[in-house]
């Protein structure tokens, strides 16, 4: 077991309130943030930013989002308990904990192989069990589709057609798209078939890799 103090808890405490002064407004959402013990996804030597709002690398290359990232990708889904989310790019397993924290049933797929095993050993051991995949993310995950709501961790060039159509009858996915450096945040809705799009702010995500991001591995 990971030790989470009240010292811990204090610095989760600030974070939520700092989440409240950038416009993060879903009670739930902040609730689960001040639940997860994002101190237990950082390294000994980083322990001291784990409450910061920022991204932190966690080897392999790859990133943990910034708590703010996080809560506003979360809040746009309108995450209910028992909702079948699917979220592309498992990385550490922070965003995962945050949805099964909310209640949601969550598939999370990874497409780096070493990152996908250390997760998927990990996140279980704080108790939080979503079902792992590891594989390429941009084509969804067709065998357990539709979702009721999809969540994109990478920056995508483009909206992966798979993923639209994986997308169930009134879901949302909420995906940054746009070049390497940056992504505007979009919000998809599927209401009777059709597709209804949101632009929100820009981000910097790590590249979605695979046949419907920038291609490669
Ligand atoms: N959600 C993560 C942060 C993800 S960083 C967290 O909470 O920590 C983006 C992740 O997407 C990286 O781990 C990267 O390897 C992964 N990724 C990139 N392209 C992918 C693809 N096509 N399918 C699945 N995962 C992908």
Redesign the pocket.
Known sequence: MIEDNYRQRGLRNNLVKKLRLKGILDEEVLAAIGKVPRHAFFDDALLSHAYEDKAFP?G?G????QPYT?AFQTEKLRIRPSDKVL??????????AILVEMGAKVYT????KK?YERTKEFLPSLGYKPYFFF????KGILSKAPFDKIIV??GAPVIPTALIEQLAEGGIMIIPVGDREKQMMLKITKRNGKITQEEFDNFA??????EQ?WGGK
Not at 135 to 138: E, K, L, N, P, V
């Open positions: 966690i392999e790859q990133t943990i989002s996080v979220e592309i790019g498992t990385g550490s397993g922070y965003q995962a797929i990874e497409f780096q990152l594989g390429d993310g941009s961790t990478a995500f790590v590249p979605l890799l695979g991001g």
